[in-house]
């Protein structure tokens, strides 16, 4: 089984930067597709990002494009979420995923999330 964890969350000031980071572990690991979620209290979780590993095409949820920048690490088993400008609205858990299947939505494997808070 691929086994994922998320670090790098903490306490920011609006404005401020964090970058998450995401390892795999377990077995060979070669996705299809890395993606972030977050999920905020009492909220849906919200797709944030995704790369796809062999072209590199990202996406961005609206909200956030322009401040955040999904990339891969140069050993393939890690995956990064700079975040920039942050705003209280990204406060969440953020978690991480892994897909194996052609699909940059569809994805099977999960980490156990890193919270990200931001004050005003």
């Known amino acids: 089984q691929v086994q994922l964890v998320e670090s790098g969350g903490g306490l920011v000031q609006a404005g401020g930067s964090l970058r998450l980071s995401c390892a795999a572990s377990?077995?060979?690991?070669?996705?299809?597709?890395m993606g972030w979620f977050r999920q905020a209290p009492g909220k849906e979780r919200e797709y944030v990002a995704a790369?796809?590993?062999?072209?590199?095409?990202?996406y961005y949820t609206d909200s956030v494009a322009g401040r955040f920048t999904i990339s891969r690490g140069n050993a393939k088993n890690t995956v990064y979420l700079q975040m920039n400008s942050l705003k209280p609205e990204d406060t969440a858990v953020y978690y991480c995923?892994?897909?194996?299947?052609?699909?940059?939505?569809?994805?099977?494997?999960w980490g156990q999330g890193t919270q990200v808070t931001v004050s005003s």
């Open positions: 790369i796809n590993y062999r072209s590199l095409t990202t």
């Open positions: 377990g077995r060979t690991f070669s996705p299809y597709a």
């Open positions: 995923a892994a897909g194996l299947k052609s699909s940059m939505r569809d994805y099977d494997y």
